[in-house]
């Protein structure tokens, strides 16, 4: 077994662009569980790309900024990452939104 070579064990996973996009991020899960095979990795997307990440062995949890077709509000999203105590954000294409997002969240 291979030893935990990360300081973190609850990563999320931030790509909230089109699915291709997605797609090219899946990379970045697998190496996480690579070098921390007990961690938990959550994708936080889009609703029409989650499809993405629920078929992906090494993510555990999807998180939506959508809610039927209509976009959650921050503060909404805000609630969901706290609550899920994510310790390390992982932003593959950063955005002023996605950074306050993270940092809002205590991530």
Known sequence: MKKN???????LVIRTDR???????????AAIKQNCP????????????????ERNPNIDAIVTIDKNGKNKSFFELVRTLKSNNYECAIMVHPTFT???????AGI
Do not use: M, Q
């Open 5 to 11: 070579t990360l300081k973190y064990n609850r990563f």
């Open 19 to 29: 699915i291709g996009d997605v797609i090219l991020t899946t990379p970045v899960a």
């Open 38 to 53: 007990s961690s938990h990795v959550t994708l936080l997307c889009r609703e029409e790309t989650a499809i993405i990440g």
């Open 98 to 104: 996605l950074s306050i997002l993270a940092a809002a």
